[in-house]
């Protein structure tokens, strides 16, 4: 068994060596806002109900796309909370007569019946929310009394849609697990199959933004508690034989718990499939990706393509990630220095190793 890991293993590195050099981009976040209707505890964009930073005309991202050429090309439009945005269909139609996918990542706040429809009827299709626990633990983590009600009305739209458009529509809920909502995994796993969801991810919270100053992350027997669940929940099935399907978020070479807790080894993409256009106008790769060491350039002085294609030399090649404890590390060859949302800046190390936390 082990020697079949270590041959999926070598597969997948080379795989991953293909794919980086090619650097294709498929996926693109919009941060089209960046204010919000909540104050999460967790929030790694600290996002506010005013912000500083004005929101991003739906022509300057559009100036972007134009100069896309992808038959592949997903957009997902994030913030901030996106629905704060009144003009959000007429982004999406933009995106959608270029030939490209989209969806959204929503707190549902605002999502009403209509408003689904119209973003529909707007070419969206896919659609993530987030639920962090049942009612208490959701508020506590939103602080907001009315956010799991607004949430789980939104994902009845989305449950509904999808049964009768199968081949149209795709929608996931996300959980962040933390210490407070951790033990009560099992009855939200409940919960979430009585409303009928298919598709789970679940993210551990990262030191960064509002997060960093909350005292939210796992402790080693804690995050090993959280691997164990996600591996039972991938095999369970309850007394109706009714199933979900989980996986872990990106983060993190798991060692002994890789193809166990997620369909895919390990593979941090930002900046070789994935960027984003912030709401200044800054280009990265995903919007877990805040420090200026890894800012590519701006639309507002740069042209979008040419950063991707001849910038992000430093999210390809990580060598530089062999520093410190990474140096010494067996597994360095697999994790590459773990996510770019964990290093700060260049010359630190990531702000955990996820693999230390399960196997050592």
Same mark, same amino acid.
């Given at each position: 068994m082990r020697s079949l890991m270590s041959f999926k293993n070598f597969i997948f590195r080379l795989y991953r060596k293909s794919i980086t050099k090619k650097h294709e981009l498929n996926y693109l976040f919009w941060e089209c806002t960046l204010r919000c209707n909540l104050n999460c505890l967790h929030c790694g964009s600290d996002c506010l109900k005013i912000s500083d930073t004005p929101d991003m005309p739906v022509k300057d991202f559009v100036n972007v796309l134009d100069n896309i050429k992808s038959e592949k090309l997903t957009v997902c439009i994030t913030g901030g909370e996106p629905l704060l945005r009144k003009d959000l269909e007429v982004a999406g139609l933009e995106i959608k007569r270029r030939g490209f996918k989209w969806g959204i990542v929503t707190n549902a706040m605002l999502l009403t019946p209509q408003r689904f429809e119209s973003l529909v009827q707007a070419g969206m299709s896919s659609i993530s929310f987030s639920l962090d626990g049942l009612e208490k633990e959701h508020t506590y983590l939103r602080k907001n009394p009315e956010s799991y009600k607004h949430t789980c009305e939104g994902i009845k739209l989305a449950v509904d849609y999808q049964k009768k458009n199968?081949?149209?529509?795709?929608?996931?809920? *996300?959980?962040?697990?933390? @210490?407070?909502?951790? @033990? *009560? %995994?099992?009855?939200?796993?409940?919960? %979430? *199959?009585e409303l009928g969801i298919s598709h789970w991810r679940i993210f551990s919270i990262f030191p960064e933004g509002r997060a960093e100053q909350n005292n939210l992350a796992l402790t080693k027997d804690e995050y090993k508690q959280l691997m164990d669940f996600i591996v039972e929940t991938r095999s369970y099935k309850d007394e109706k034989n009714s199933s979900i399907h989980l996986n872990y978020s990106c983060e993190g070479w798991l060692g002994k718990y890789e193809l166990k807790a997620r369909d895919f080894f390990f593979f941090c993409r930002g900046g070789i499939n994935v960027g984003s256009v912030m709401c200044n106008g800054d280009i990265s790769a995903c919007l877990s990706v805040r420090s200026k060491d890894f800012i590519q350039g701006n639309i507002y002085k740069d042209n979008f393509m040419d950063v991707w294609n001849n910038h992000f030399e430093n999210l390809r090649n990580r060598k530089w990630t062999k520093k410190g404890k990474c140096k010494k590390c067996r597994e360095w060859n697999k994790c590459l220095g773990n996510g770019l949302h964990l290093h700060h800046d260049m010359i630190s190390g990531p702000a955990h190793c996820n693999y230390e936390l399960l196997n050592k």
């Amino acid at each position: 068994m082990r020697s079949l890991m270590s041959f999926k293993n070598f597969i997948f590195r080379l795989y991953r060596k293909s794919i980086t050099k090619k650097h294709e981009l498929n996926y693109l976040f919009w941060e089209c806002t960046l204010r919000c209707n909540l104050n999460c505890l967790h929030c790694g964009s600290d996002c506010l109900k005013i912000s500083d930073t004005p929101d991003m005309p739906v022509k300057d991202f559009v100036n972007v796309l134009d100069n896309i050429k992808s038959e592949k090309l997903t957009v997902c439009i994030t913030g901030g909370e996106p629905l704060l945005r009144k003009d959000l269909e007429v982004a999406g139609l933009e995106i959608k007569r270029r030939g490209f996918k989209w969806g959204i990542v929503t707190n549902a706040m605002l999502l009403t019946p209509q408003r689904f429809e119209s973003l529909v009827q707007a070419g969206m299709s896919s659609i993530s929310f987030s639920l962090d626990g049942l009612e208490k633990e959701h508020t506590y983590l939103r602080k907001n009394p009315e956010s799991y009600k607004h949430t789980c009305e939104g994902i009845k739209l989305a449950v509904d849609y999808q049964k009768k458009n199968p081949h149209r529509f795709a929608y996931d809920v *996300i959980t962040c697990v933390h @210490n407070k909502n951790l @033990n *009560i %995994l099992k009855e939200l796993r409940k919960n %979430l *199959i009585e409303l009928g969801i298919s598709h789970w991810r679940i993210f551990s919270i990262f030191p960064e933004g509002r997060a960093e100053q909350n005292n939210l992350a796992l402790t080693k027997d804690e995050y090993k508690q959280l691997m164990d669940f996600i591996v039972e929940t991938r095999s369970y099935k309850d007394e109706k034989n009714s199933s979900i399907h989980l996986n872990y978020s990106c983060e993190g070479w798991l060692g002994k718990y890789e193809l166990k807790a997620r369909d895919f080894f390990f593979f941090c993409r930002g900046g070789i499939n994935v960027g984003s256009v912030m709401c200044n106008g800054d280009i990265s790769a995903c919007l877990s990706v805040r420090s200026k060491d890894f800012i590519q350039g701006n639309i507002y002085k740069d042209n979008f393509m040419d950063v991707w294609n001849n910038h992000f030399e430093n999210l390809r090649n990580r060598k530089w990630t062999k520093k410190g404890k990474c140096k010494k590390c067996r597994e360095w060859n697999k994790c590459l220095g773990n996510g770019l949302h964990l290093h700060h800046d260049m010359i630190s190390g990531p702000a955990h190793c996820n693999y230390e936390l399960l196997n050592k």
